[in-house]
């Protein structure tokens, strides 16, 4: 596996971005459509340790079930409508194992950054699962998933049980402690809301080595400000603005 950084600089939040429901095959084939080369996705635990892919706790906003996700098995998982919510043209849309994305990216040749999103009080569990899950599903693959996670004890136990795939800190806002935790982790990016940045900021964390992975920009423009500081990747919602071809 090459461990340089090969990824692309627009990478589909979500699986298709705004295109298509969230965390679902049928996103990632809207992106593939569309050209994207790298994917983002959120994924977390099944009570029973299946990974699957959804972003909130709860099953509420985005399938026909509700309640705490992590407190199903997977067997109650997979009967759920995870596309009507969406538009009724995805009726039928199931969540997601890993494993199945996993083979998709395989069958379309795209990258992947793996969000480790675990349900509150599954932490380090969801970080040892999810690297280790990730380093056999991508076993064999030109490039590796990228792993991030805005919970530093899931980083910390995904760089515990796998230390060879890399790793990206998640912020929401500037954190003074930025160098201090990325090193700590071993990360080699991190991935920040792109209004907590500045292009100071920017230069500060390229001076220290990082790539830089930002969230959610969804204008052309705002998106070439940020390259021009020196960011690395744009993940982005509207992928059909800012396609793989995107300048
Ligand atoms: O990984 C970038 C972005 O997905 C983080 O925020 O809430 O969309 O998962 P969120
Ligand atoms: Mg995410």
């Known amino acids: 596996m090459t461990t340089d950084w090969p990824y692309p600089r627009?990478?589909?939040h979500r699986g298709g971005g705004s295109l298509a429901?969230?965390?679902t095959l049928a996103a990632?084939?809207?992106g593939v459509r569309l050209g994207h080369r790298m994917i983002e996705f959120d994924v977390k635990l099944a009570q029973?340790?299946?990974?699957?892919?959804l972003h909130d706790d709860t099953l509420d906003r985005t399938s026909n079930g509700w309640g705490v996700a992590g407190d199903?098995?997977?067997?109650?998982l997979v009967t759920l409508d995870a596309g009507n919510w969406y538009s009724?043209?995805?009726r039928?849309?199931?969540l997601p194992l890993l494993s199945e994305v996993a083979d998709r990216c395989a069958q379309h040749g795209l990258m992947a950054n793996i969000e480790i999103k675990p349900?509150?009080?599954?932490?380090?569990e969801t970080g040892k699962v999810v690297a280790s899950a990730a380093r056999l599903l991508w076993e064999g693959q030109p490039v590796p998933p990228l792993l991030s996670s805005f919970s530093v004890e899931a980083l910390a136990a995904a760089q515990q049980a796998v230390p060879e795939l890399p790793r990206g800190l998640l912020l929401d806002e500037w954190d003074e402690d930025w160098q201090t935790l990325t090193t700590q982790l071993a990360c080699v990016s991190l991935h920040i809301n792109h209004q907590a940045l500045t292009q100071a900021r920017v230069e500060a964390l390229k001076a220290a080595g990082l790539r830089i992975l930002v969230y959610t920009v969804n204008s052309p423009e705002r998106a070439r400000l940020l390259l021009s500081w020196g960011v690395d990747c744009i993940c982005t919602d509207r992928i059909d603005l800012m396609g793989a071809d995107f300048t």
């Open 119 to 124: 349900t509150t009080g599954t932490e380090e």
């Open 21 to 23: 429901p969230e965390n």
């Open 10 to 12: 627009i990478v589909a």
């Open 28 to 30: 990632i084939e809207t």
């Open 72 to 76: 199903l098995p997977w067997e109650k």
């Open 88 to 90: 009724t043209a995805f």
């Open 48 to 53: 029973d340790g299946q990974i699957f892919l």
């Open 92 to 94: 039928g849309e199931k």
